[in-house]
């Protein structure tokens, strides 16, 4: 069992950048692929992205692409989402989560973090 908190979360201005960290115990968190996903009120819990292990494979929404990017640093049993540009739309509940497979699908994910909030002004 792999225990994950998130932090870095708060309120930005449009256009601003934040740095989301998700710190992880427990279990080896190199056997794990780490993603990020978000939920918005009254709206499904979606993707936003996904990293290896090893850092090599990475996967983004397409709503994010080319913002976001997200990164791992195993030494500190860490995951990374860097936020730029961001939008009044990525107002959302952010949480980290661990799978043994990089993926999209949500099924897929055995541990999560209990979320930090974005809130994003226009």
């Known amino acids: 069992q792999v225990q994950l908190v998130e932090s870095g979360g708060g309120l930005v201005q449009a256009g601003g950048s934040l740095r989301l960290s998700c710190a992880a115990s427990g279990r080896t968190f190199t056997s794990y692929a780490m993603g990020w996903f978000r939920q918005a009120p009254g709206k499904e819990r979606e993707f936003v992205t996904a990293?290896?292990?090893?850092?090599?494979?990475?996967v983004y929404a397409d709503s994010v692409k080319g913002r976001f990017t997200i990164s791992r640093y195993n030494a500190k049993n860490t995951v990374y989402l860097q936020m730029n540009s961001l939008k009044p739309e990525d107002t959302a509940l952010y949480y980290c989560?661990?799978?043994?497979?990089?993926?999209?699908?949500?099924?897929?994910?055995?541990?999560w973090g209990p979320g930090t909030q974005v809130t994003v002004s226009s």
């Open positions: 989560a661990a799978s043994y497979r990089p993926g999209r699908d949500i099924s897929e994910y055995d541990y």
């Open positions: 990293i290896s292990w090893n850092g090599d494979t990475t």
